[in-house]
Every structure is written in C-alpha cells, then in structure tokens.
C-alpha cells in the first residue's frame, strides 16, 4: 500500500506543477455584502426575539444573497425560498401576540431564524439524492431528525446544500449537481463532504448550516473554506433520515451530525439545541476554567513513507494556538502519545469493519448491486453514472484491499491501544490541539490524490473523539487556514471554551470579500 502512495504522490507532484502553469488566471471573486450579513446567529435570533428586526427581513435577505454567491460556487442543489418566507412572516405574526422574548430564548432559541441544510439529511420536500445520479429527482417525504429539531427550535431551512456523491469523498464534485468552488479562490476544492455549506457559510450566505462527518467531512470543509466545524459526541444526536444511513455500532461511533457556522457562538447554541434529547449530562451551561486546563499540542504527524508533509504555516498555527495559552500560565506540553507510524492503517482498517455498510454505486433498479470493478472499467470510457471517487472506495470496501482478516486484527487492535492511551491522558479536563489538515484548500483537480493524507481528522473520528475546527485567519495566498482541538468523549464543554478564546485571540472567520 505505501508503495502505491508513493507513486501516487509522484503524480500529485507533477499534477501540481501543470495545474499550476494553467491556473495562472485570477479567479472568480464574491462581491461583499450588507453589513447584515456579519451579524452571528445568536444575536440575530435575539434581535428578533426583541423585535428589533424581523424575521421576514433576516430570511429573505439570506435567500437573495444565497442566490447572489451560488452563480459562482454552485453550493445549493435545491431550495423553499418560498415556504421559507412565508414562515418567516408567520413568526413576526406570532412574535406580536402570542410569544414573548423570554420564553422564546429558554423554548425556541432559534425563532426566525434561517438555517441551510447538507443535502444528506432529509428536508420534507427537498432533493435527497445523496448526490447520486441514480436517484434524480428524489425528494424527502419527512424531515430529518436533526432538522426536526431545528424547526421545533425555531429554525427556518431555506435550502439543501451540495455533497459528493454519497458523501464519500473529500472534494464537492458529483455527476448530478456538478462542482462546488471555494470562495476564497474559485481554483480550489471546498473540500467534502460538507462542502456546500461551508462554502456558502464562508461567504455570509448562511448563517449557521448543518453537515456530517465520518471522517473528516465537516472539520476539512471548514478549514478550507475558513469557518467553524464540529464534530461533537457520537451518538448524542440522532442521526436518523441520513442518507446513506447504517446501523453498524461502529458506523455509529464513527459518524456524527454537527453544526457549521462562522462564530463559536453559533456553534454553542446550535450544539446547546441538537443535543436537547441527548440522555449524557454534556454540563454545557457550566463555565469553563481554562486555568484548570491542560493543553497538549501535535504540530504535525511526523512524516511516513507515502503521506505528505503538513506545511509549516500549518504548524505554526498549532505553535501560535498552543504558545497563547503557555503564556496565560495554562499548562501546555507537546503531545507525549506517538500516533505513527500505522495511522492509516489504522483508518482504513476501521472503515473496513464496519458492517452492512450500504452500496455506494448504487443501481436504478435496487436488486441489483453494481460491481466496482466493472464501474470503474465503464468509467475509462465515461460511461459510468458515478465519479471515480465513488467507484474507488465502492471498490476498497467491497475487496478490503489490500488487508487480510489478520491485518485488520492487528490495527483494529493498535487502534483500541491508542484510544486508550487518549483517554486517559485528556480524561475530564484536558485538551488537544493539532492540524485538522496537512495545508490550506487544494487545487480541486488535485483532491484525488489527497485521501490518505485527511489523518488528522480522520483518525479522530474512529477513535470516536469530538473535534472542532476553529479558524485562525488567512495565509499569504488568501487562504483559510487554522486549527483542531480534540477533547474525550461527552466533553464538548472543553471544545466550545476554547474555540471562544481562540476565536478572540486569532479573530475566527475572516470573509474572503475582506482580501479584495
């Protein structure tokens, strides 16, 4: 296997120097908006709760300024601009007699508020393809779990937001809706497989967005794309009308539904309403003491034969981060657990256990089950419905290639080890802060040769940690870049204090309009 990555980083490498002859063009740019669209989700729903602004205004300004940015990032696959306002004038109708703003804040937090959506969670009457040709013109019959939550909170969905196909890449690119671009430099992937709603978050398009993650799917959209993305808990929140769905305990463990938005405070209050059913006391309304913290830091996984190396204005964004804390007196030491050198063993060998995984090149006719192999062949002479993305992790895990049962023991193993070692050095009270990826966005022709390099959120995902990316500003390119903070399991609390003071330390979201 690494010897197939090291030719696969040959061809990344000259990839790299061709695309970058070609795109000497300046890219598209995205015009900077009203004032109105800086506002956080928390002080909007409270503006609104005092009657300060109208719903009504707030949600069609969104769906104006939504359809503004997504002639140029194609971020939306499908809308309810129309129902979305009408509800909204409904809230102002309810808000002048029926509710007052105390008893919204403590029941409805979220009231008037508009909110966007991943194409994968069901929205009644929008598209739920999974992003799959094969399923054209699907449409949710109900909502979601997670979005019925959401509306019972208050919020107003007004779109559905583009994914690869079946979620299972690292770049928003499908044969269905086609290619979302990275605002801040329309050359580069938005990453996957949440990389609509970042996009469209990164821009002041949406206001807070929800997405999913396995492996990495709402913290890479994030770090390319400039904003806040959770990964919370496992299993705290219901995951029900996800698409594709599976039942599997280690699926389970692994996936998590988690909120995008632009300010840690949207985070606080989108996870404070999504985990509103959860039976863990998560104690999110107890401060935090960052004085009784312990900050471990990871600059970088040091380099093995076939993975990249993080780039140094990477590290230093760890170093930065951790260095803040050192000099507020908050213990803060290197991380002592060696995650090499079976990291991606470790990973693929995680996603190959699971089982009764749904097909990934999925038939029109649903007794029948497509062979990758064949897909693939299809593909050299376009004529396959699927991207090879698809097509090559369809393959992976129907062959397990290249892994026999006893290796799959064996890393299986290494990785309970590894969990275990986390535990107990995070514990109640500690954190870990390293790369959510190796680099700023990639050139998004280039994101087929990336997969084995997303460790870094990867590996937390299987090990079954929440981690949050929190931004950090922009590189010398104009490039989001920042960082992930890691904590054990059902201590979000941790997560969430310390994006807030990164957040106003390093100043989070920076608009890609600011650059022009």
């Known amino acids: 296997m690494r010897t197939l990555l090291f030719i696969m980083n040959i061809m990344y490498y000259i990839s790299y120097w061709i695309l970058s002859f070609i795109y000497r063009k300046k890219p598209l740019k995205i015009s900077q908006p009203d004032p109105l669209f800086t506002i956080s989700a928390t002080k909007l729903a409270k503006m609104i709760r005092q009657r300060e602004i109208e719903s009504y205004q707030v949600v069609y300004a969104y769906t104006e300024r939504i359809k503004e940015v997504n002639r140029v990032l194609n971020a939306v696959v499908d809308n309810r601009y129309g129902p979305a306002i009408i509800e909204a004038k409904i809230c102002d109708e309810q808000l002048a007699g029926k509710f007052d703003a105390e008893t919204l804040e403590k029941e409805k937090p ?26 054209k013109g699907v449409k ?3 909502d979601s779990a997670v979005v019925e939550l959401l509306r019972n909170a208050g919020a107003i969905p007004l779109c559905v937001t583009n994914t690869p196909e079946m979620c299972s890449n ?162 803060t030491k290197k991380l002592p657990i060696n995650l090499q050198p079976t990291i991606i063993e470790m990973v693929m060998t995680s996603l190959l256990t699971i089982k009764d995984l749904p097909p990934l090149v999925l038939s029109n006719d649903p007794k029948v089950q ?50 275990q070692k986390l535990l107990d050095l995070l514990g109640e009270n500690d954190v870990l802060i390293c790369p959510t990826y190796r680099s700023p966005a990639i050139f998004q022709k280039l994101m087929c040769f990336e997969f084995v390099n997303a460790m870094y959120t990867s590996v937390f995902s299987v090990l079954g940690f929440p981690a949050l990316h929190v931004p950090m500003g922009l590189n010398h390119e104009g490039l989001p870049i920042g960082v992930q903070v890691v904590v054990a399991p059902y201590q ?11 957040e106003r330390a390093f100043g989070g979201w920076t608009p890609p309009f600011c650059q022009q």
């Not at 009644?124 to 799959?132: E, F, H, I, R």
């Not at 909120?259 to 006391?281: F, G, Q, W």
């Open 110 to 135: 979220l009231y008037g508020v508009p909110i966007t959506i991943k194409e994968c969670y069901a929205v009644k009457g929008a598209s739920y393809t999974g992003c799959s040709l094969t399923r």
């Open 170 to 331: 690292l770049d928003t690119s499908n044969r269905l809706y086609g290619n979302t671009l990275n605002p801040y430099d329309t050359r580069y992937s938005p990453g996957g497989s949440s990389g609509g709603e970042a996009a469209l978050l990164a821009t002041g398009a949406s206001l807070i967005g929800i997405g999913s993650d396995l492996l990495g799917s709402i913290r890479l959209p994030a770090h390319f794309c400039g904003v806040f993305g959770y990964r919370p808990t496992s299993k705290m929140i219901s995951i029900e009308g996800c698409f594709p769905y599976c039942e599997d305990k280690l699926f389970q463990s692994c996936f998590s539904v988690g909120p995008l938005a632009r300010y840690a405070e949207d985070i606080e209050l989108l996870i404070k309403v999504m985990t509103s059913k959860c039976n863990h006391d998560l104690r999110l309304t107890v401060p935090v003491d960052l004085k009784q913290l312990k900050v471990y830091y990871l600059p970088k996984i040091d380099n093995s034969y076939g993975i990249r190396p993080t780039l140094p204005e990477i590290e230093q964004c760890v170093l930065k981060a951790a260095n803040h804390f050192n000099e507020r007196g908050i213990h």
């Open 492 to 502: 979000d609390r941790l997560c969430l204090a310390v994006a807030k003071e990164l």
């Open 370 to 419: 497509k062979n990758s192999i064949m897909e693939a062949i299809k593909a050299l002479f376009g004529l396959s419905q699927h991207t090879s993305a698809t097509i090559f992790f369809s393959f992976l895990l129907q062959t397990h290639f290249p892994f026999t049962k006893s290796d799959i023991s064996y890393y299986t193993q290494q990785r309970e080890q590894i969990r």
């Open 140 to 142: 949710a019959t109900a």
